[in-house]
């Protein structure tokens, strides 16, 4: 949905395998299947108390305290790992979901490793290891573990939501729609595939669909967290935008959980003229996703819209590469006064959708972290930044490569060393990195970037052509269609570049370039 993220919602499957069958047994059952942790607990404490067997009944409390959000509940029961024999697969499985939560993954991975040679081959435990593989920088073989998990069960709900998350991932939403529609079909009232199936559609501008599944999903699970979220874009959508943040609002701590909230909220407060507190919000955001294009755009306008135009040139003139930027930068002098500089800025923001890569500068010295011997993902990034920034790209491609070395089932890492390589003059090494890296996870940004090196190679139409798929799967991507026009004006299809530029101002998104083409 419009500038909706992803909504990656964790399943919380059911139990299996083996269990006491007396008294309430199937009450607490489908009390887990249904995310009832508080109801399941209940139950099963009754079970306890009438004489049943701890160890037996460990594996599922330990599960009730999880869905309630109870790590250290679910510690006392899990931890010592004293299963009974016939439910052992299931408490290693809940072990090993407890420690990921609490991000020990080598532990977590263990535990799902002993749930599998406990014959615990089920579909829930595959898409456990599939997402503790992707949090691990594992992506390629999370994927592989989708795979297994849907081969195990072709319509468990968890397994298809995972699937089509990773699908949506590395192909858009059009391509993940089909999973989330399977899954809807077989379990109409599963919250987390409602929410993401919601989320899906809206992405896809599909907004009545969106409506129905929404008011499922307040059916089901009027408490969900997603509830008024997905209300309030679509009242926002609606144009109804005192509702939009009345839902928020109602929502209590709805804009920390959802960092969408909030920029939502920044939309509505510039929609409404309250130009000032919609840049606070975005500034927020933005400290938080410094690399988040689209949030810097949309604080950018929030800041000329209003008057802000030194903090705007302050902020954004070393971005003014960017064509978007540059016509920000210009205005701003323009409307300070400095008609010379505006008139660079503006000059260059007319040119053309030709696609340009610049190097996010870093504040870390290009040998600081492998000094202290740090290579975590996060710490590797800001060394090959600090080492383009400086003109050392051998350096950086040997480092981002290393990298990849080390995690070579990270799209992450792949995109990185194309980055690397890309600098250092390598497109078409540049481009196999980002094509690795776009199998798991196409992102906006990395599309751009395998376009910026299409173009460098040469190969404009093939450029063009894979923004133009990107644009399919994601339709309310205002950027791409921006992108996307401007490349159109250049081979003279004004047509198609027409209905793209009124595509992008009903998102809220002008260009010079196309102001011409009405």
Same mark, same amino acid.
């Given at each position: 949905?419009?500038?909706?993220?992803a909504?990656?919602?964790?399943?919380a499957?059911g139990g299996v395998?083996?269990?006491?069958?007396? #008294?309430h047994? #199937?009450d607490?059952?489908?009390?887990?299947?249904?995310g009832?942790?508080?109801? %399941?607990e209940?139950?099963l404490?009754?079970e306890?108390?009438?004489?049943g067997?701890?160890?037996?009944?460990a594996?599922?409390?330990g599960?009730?305290?999880?869905?309630?959000?109870d790590?250290?509940?679910?510690?006392?029961?899990?931890?010592?790992?004293?299963?009974?024999?016939d439910?052992?697969?299931?408490?290693?499985?809940?072990?090993g979901?407890?420690?990921?939560?609490?991000?020990?993954?080598? %532990?977590?991975?263990?535990?799902?490793?002993?749930a599998?040679?406990?014959?615990?081959?089920?579909?829930?435990?595959?898409v456990?290891i599939?997402?503790?593989?992707?949090?691990?920088?594992?992506?390629?073989?999370a994927?592989?573990a989708?795979?297994?998990?849907?081969?195990l069960?072709?319509?468990?709900? $968890?397994?298809?939501?995972?699937?089509?998350?990773l699908?949506?991932d590395?192909?858009? *939403?059009?391509?993940?729609?089909?999973?989330?529609? !399977?899954?809807?079909?077989?379990?109409?009232?599963?919250p987390?595939?409602?929410g993401?199936?919601?989320?899906?559609?809206?992405?896809?501008g599909?907004?009545?669909?969106?409506?129905?599944?929404?008011r499922?999903?307040?059916?089901? *699970?009027p408490?969900h967290?997603?509830?008024?979220w997905?209300?309030?874009?679509?009242?926002?959508?609606?144009?109804?935008?005192?509702?939009?943040?009345s839902?928020?609002q109602?929502?209590?701590?709805?804009d920390?959980?959802i960092p969408a909230?909030?920029l939502?909220?920044?939309?509505?407060?510039?929609?409404?003229? *309250?130009?000032?507190?919609?840049?606070?919000?975005?500034d927020?955001?933005?400290r938080?996703?410094p690399?988040?294009?689209?949030?810097?755009?949309?604080?950018?306008?929030?800041?000329?819209?209003?008057?802000?135009n030194?903090e705007?040139v302050a902020?954004? $003139?070393?971005?003014?590469?960017a064509?978007?930027?540059?016509?920000?930068?210009?205005r701003?002098?323009?409307?300070?006064?400095d008609?010379?500089?505006?008139a660079?800025?503006?000059?260059?923001?007319?040119?053309s959708?030709?696609?340009?890569?610049r190097?996010v500068?870093s504040?870390?010295a290009?040998?600081?972290?492998?000094?202290?011997?740090r290579?975590?993902?996060?710490?590797?990034?800001?060394?090959?930044?600090?080492?383009?920034?400086?003109?050392?790209?051998?350096?950086a491609?040997?480092k981002a490569?290393?990298f990849?070395?080390?995690?070579?089932?990270?799209?992450?890492?792949?995109?990185l060393?194309?980055?690397a390589?890309?600098?250092?003059?390598?497109?078409?090494?540049?481009?196999?990195?980002? !094509?690795?890296?776009?199998s798991?996870?196409?992102?906006?940004?990395?599309?751009?970037?395998?376009?910026?090196?299409?173009?460098?190679?040469?190969?404009?139409?093939?450029?063009?052509?894979l923004?133009?798929?990107?644009?399919?799967?994601?339709?309310?991507?205002?950027? %791409?269609?921006?992108v996307?026009?401007?490349?159109?004006?250049?081979?003279?299809?004004l047509?198609?570049a027409?209905?793209?530029?009124?595509?992008?101002?009903?998102?809220?998104r002008n260009?010079p370039?196309?102001?011409?083409l009405?």
């Amino acid at each position: 949905m419009l500038l909706l993220p992803a909504l990656l919602i964790l399943a919380a499957c059911g139990g299996v395998g083996g269990g006491d069958r007396e #008294g309430h047994a #199937g009450d607490w059952r489908a009390m887990l299947r249904a995310g009832d942790g508080v109801g %399941a607990e209940v139950a099963l404490r009754s079970e306890l108390a009438a004489g049943g067997d701890r160890r037996r009944f460990a594996p599922y409390l330990g599960e009730a305290e999880l869905l309630q959000g109870d790590t250290a509940a679910a510690v006392g029961w899990l931890a010592p790992a004293d299963f009974a024999p016939d439910v052992a697969a299931h408490g290693y499985h809940m072990l090993g979901r407890l420690r990921m939560q609490q991000g020990d993954f080598p %532990a977590a991975g263990r535990a799902f490793d002993r749930a599998l040679g406990e014959k615990g081959d089920q579909p829930d435990l595959w898409v456990d290891i599939g997402r503790l593989r992707w949090r691990g920088g594992e992506q390629v073989q999370a994927i592989e573990a989708s795979t297994r998990a849907l081969e195990l069960g072709p319509d468990d709900p $968890a397994a298809l939501l995972f699937r089509a998350q990773l699908v949506r991932d590395a192909r858009g *939403n059009a391509a993940a729609l089909p999973l989330l529609q !399977r899954g809807f079909q077989a379990a109409p009232r599963d919250p987390g595939l409602l929410g993401e199936y919601a989320a899906t559609l809206g992405e896809l501008g599909r907004n009545s669909e969106m409506l129905e599944v929404v008011r499922v999903l307040a059916e089901v *699970n009027p408490l969900h967290p997603k509830v008024l979220w997905l209300q309030a874009v679509l009242a926002a959508r609606a144009g109804d935008a005192d509702l939009a943040r009345s839902l928020l609002q109602r929502g209590g701590d709805l804009d920390r959980e959802i960092p969408a909230a909030k920029l939502l909220l920044a939309l509505i407060d510039m929609d409404n003229g *309250n130009y000032e507190s919609a840049a606070q919000g975005l500034d927020r955001l933005l400290r938080t996703q410094p690399d988040n294009t689209r949030i810097a755009m949309l604080l950018g306008r929030a800041l000329m819209l209003g008057g802000n135009n030194r903090e705007l040139v302050a902020r954004f $003139a070393d971005r003014a590469d960017a064509p978007y930027f540059a016509m920000l930068v210009g205005r701003a002098h323009e409307a300070l006064g400095d008609r010379a500089k505006a008139a660079r800025y503006l000059d260059r923001a007319r040119t053309s959708g030709a696609m340009t890569l610049r190097v996010v500068p870093s504040g870390t010295a290009a040998d600081g972290a492998a000094a202290g011997g740090r290579f975590d993902g996060a710490t590797v990034v800001r060394e090959v930044r600090a080492s383009l920034t400086q003109g050392r790209s051998d350096d950086a491609r040997r480092k981002a490569q290393a990298f990849l070395n080390r995690v070579p089932g990270s799209s992450d890492a792949a995109a990185l060393a194309g980055d690397a390589a890309f600098e250092a003059g390598d497109a078409r090494g540049a481009l196999a990195l980002y !094509r690795q890296a776009a199998s798991v996870r196409k992102l906006w940004t990395l599309t751009k970037r395998m376009a910026a090196a299409y173009d460098r190679s040469g190969r404009p139409a093939e450029a063009t052509a894979l923004i133009a798929s990107h644009l399919e799967g994601e339709p309310l991507n205002a950027d %791409a269609a921006v992108v996307l026009a401007r490349r159109l004006v250049d081979r003279g299809e004004l047509a198609r570049a027409r209905t793209l530029a009124a595509r992008a101002r009903t998102l809220g998104r002008n260009d010079p370039l196309l102001d011409g083409l009405e």
